[in-house]
């Protein structure tokens, strides 16, 4: 079984400073992890997946992730945020099926 | 490339009546989609999946009769939510896959189902 576990239901950071979330996960089978941003009333759309090559990913508009095996982590990081990154993100596991976390608001001050 | 759509992208509807909503997988042949759940300021959660031809299989929970799922061709699956209450009103997402573009999950724009 796999579960995801993201850390922060909302995290406010200023324009430009650096973004971080955080997502743990747990998983019986070597994962595919994928990272996914959602506008309101919008479908999801893929930032960034890790698919056991590279251990750090980079994906669209900026952001990029790093899977850590002895952390069970892959944390999502932005190195200096904009307002229009301003959004829900899913970090979420692929074992037999996609699960997702529960969801990080992120909030982006001027 | 690999475009999904969604239709309608909200529907206000009575109670008791059903309620259809069609995905389409645009530009690719899909030979599998899903069918998403989300409640406000929740996560996604998956109610079946779905392949070309065949019965939609469906998670623990979700039921069958109420949420008929039908995938008659590669590019089009539907969600017909039956007799519909108020506690169905959710935002529904599906998604679309294909072995040829290494099973990646697409995602439509979603429907916002609303039932008074």
């Known amino acids: 079984a796999q579960s995801v576990t993201q850390l922060g239901s909302h995290v406010s950071v200023s324009e430009g400073a650096l973004v971080l979330l955080r997502c743990n996960y747990s998983?019986?089978?070597?994962?595919?992890l994928f990272w996914y941003v959602q506008y309101p009333n919008q479908g999801l759309q893929l930032l960034l997946k890790y698919t056991s090559a590279a251990t750090l990913v980079k994906g669209i508009n900026g952001f990029e992730a790093e899977f850590k095996k002895s952390e069970t982590s892959f944390h999502l990081t932005k190195p200096s945020a904009h307002m229009s990154d301003a959004a829900e993100y899913f970090c979420a596991v692929y074992g037999n099926k996609l699960v997702f976390g529960a969801g990080t608001i992120l909030r982006v001050k001027s | 490339g690999a475009v999904v759509s969604q239709h309608p992208s909200r529907v206000i509807c009575k109670s008791g009546t059903s309620v259809k909503i069609e995905c389409r997988s645009l530009?690719?042949?899909?030979?599998?989609m899903f069918w998403y759940r989300q409640f406000p300021k929740q996560s996604l959660m998956l109610m079946a999946t779905?392949?070309?031809?065949?019965?939609?299989?469906?998670e623990q929970g979700v039921e069958k009769d109420k949420f008929l799922i039908n995938h008659a061709s590669l590019t089009l699956s539907t969600l017909t939510v039956t007799s519909a209450h108020p506690e169905d009103s959710s935002f529904y997402i599906c998604?679309?896959?294909?072995?040829?573009?290494?099973?990646?999950?697409?995602f439509g724009p979603g429907t916002r189902l609303t039932v008074l």
């Open positions: 998604s679309a896959s294909s072995r040829t573009l290494r099973n990646e999950q697409f």
């Open positions: 530009d690719f042949q899909a030979t599998t």
């Open positions: 779905s392949n070309e031809g065949s019965k939609a299989t469906y």
């Open positions: 998983s019986s089978v070597p994962p595919y």
